[in-house]
């Protein structure tokens, strides 16, 4: 068990309050990883405080120079995957190979930031008028706040952190209560590439007090959310009221299509794959499958088979296919869906209960679950589960199964698993989903490519690739007359 506390200013000290939580291993319960300061308004105040006073140095850092410190931490991360893939494993659960994976998106993120500070640029137009020349160029916003949830530790304040940093902006993140200690070790981390102190301060804490701290606060330009929908509004309201730059990333309720065509031993491990990796536990996990009726019997026969050899177990074992759900209250949520599926009406062909033999009975484990006769409507193909639930729906044909697909509020990611090529170009062109796999499982993300979603999953930004530094920059317009005259624009002309 290791203590850690909130880093402010470049000083790892204690909350304040004198108050303090622990997280413990989901796949062992009687196991604490890490002790952390609950803190409170008095600690936020201050790493606000001492973002905002190194932001004025930090701003000044020739962009390139910004970049060196990034490619350092990815160096460092390399040397340090190992260590903080366990530590991801005991406080998360998801299985260690997952975990390096997780890993190497930071590491990936990092190696990524470490270049974009070289090639980042604006652009030069003409001007309506002699003797003036017109251009743009990226300024930091401000101090900002990064929020993220517990599924990808490293991969998500990764994906908000380097490029905020990069950028410009300094910022406090807050992590999400269940996998504090990744961020606590990414933050000595970037503390050891030579982060200058208050760039990147640190507070642990819950939503209410330390989310809402950093929404209302006046010296926060910008807030950077990724986490569920209901949060993400409340969000976006303050952000509103506040004006302050925000960016959402939010829940999915994703499909993967399966025509009559498909190669169906592919569409299979991608099935698996999608549904139950992470135990269901990613935003872009596959929660429904949409198969044409052709092939449905078939599909689910082989489904149910695949799915039931699946071993279960603490994720530290390099053999063990799902680990545990993050917590209690999350096992307790996932199994409230199953019961309001079987109430539905749809049909539970294999889980849809804890698992608890031998040591996983001290773990928050649930059993792989299929749902198949599901109609769109039914709240299990509606509503995001996050965890091992696979709602599996049967289509007519090639049409009926991509209005389903749309058919719900959410737009992160889509899959069709097929070999005819119009079919394959029609689905892309006419999926709502802000990322579209062909032959390949609703995840799957590259670092170095836009992330995120259509209609209720974000408001229009997108991480990853150089779109993530249109959210932490703003465009600065510049026009430079070297004419020794008043030009007045739109009155005077060229002649
Ligand atoms: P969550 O919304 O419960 O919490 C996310 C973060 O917000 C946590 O750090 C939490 O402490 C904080 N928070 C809670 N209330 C707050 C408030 N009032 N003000 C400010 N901050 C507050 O999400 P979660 O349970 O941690 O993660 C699961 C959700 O995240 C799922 O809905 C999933 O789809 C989504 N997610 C989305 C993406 C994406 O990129 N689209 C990626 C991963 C996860
Ligand atoms: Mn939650």
Redesign the pocket.
Known sequence: MKKYQNLINGKLMDSKSGRTFENRNPANWDEVVGVFPKSNVEDLNLAIAAAKKAYKKWRAVPWPKRSEIMRRVAEIMIEKKEHVAQIMTREMGKVIKEARGDMQEGIDTALYAGIEGRKYFGYTLPSELPNKSCMTMRDPIGVWGL??????PIA?PSWKIFPCLLSGNTAII?????TPACVGELAQILHEAGLPDGVLNVVYG???E???G??NHSDIAGIS????????S??GEVCGKTLKRCSL????KNGQVVLKDADLELALEGAVWGAFGTTG????ATSRLIVEEQVYDKFVEMLKARTEKLKLGNGLNEDVDVGPTVSES?RESIHSYVEIGKKEGAKLITGGEFYTEGECAKGWFYKPSIFIDVLPTMRIAQE?I?GPVLSVIKAKNFTEAIDILNGTIYG?SSSIYTNDLNCAHKAIERAETGIVYINAPTIGAECHLP???MKN??NGHR?GGWTAYEIFTEIKTVYIDYSGALQKAQIDTWQ
Request: glycine fraction near 20%; hydrophobic fraction near 30%; charge should be negative.
């Open positions: 929020i993220t949830p517990w599924n990808f998500i807050k992590p999400a209560t269940y819950g939503g209410s330390i989310g809402e950093l929404l959310f990724t986490g569920s929908s209901d949060i993400g409340r969000i990333e939010l829940g999915g536990q990613r935003c872009t999350q995001e996050f992160l992330f995120g979603g999953t974000g991480e």
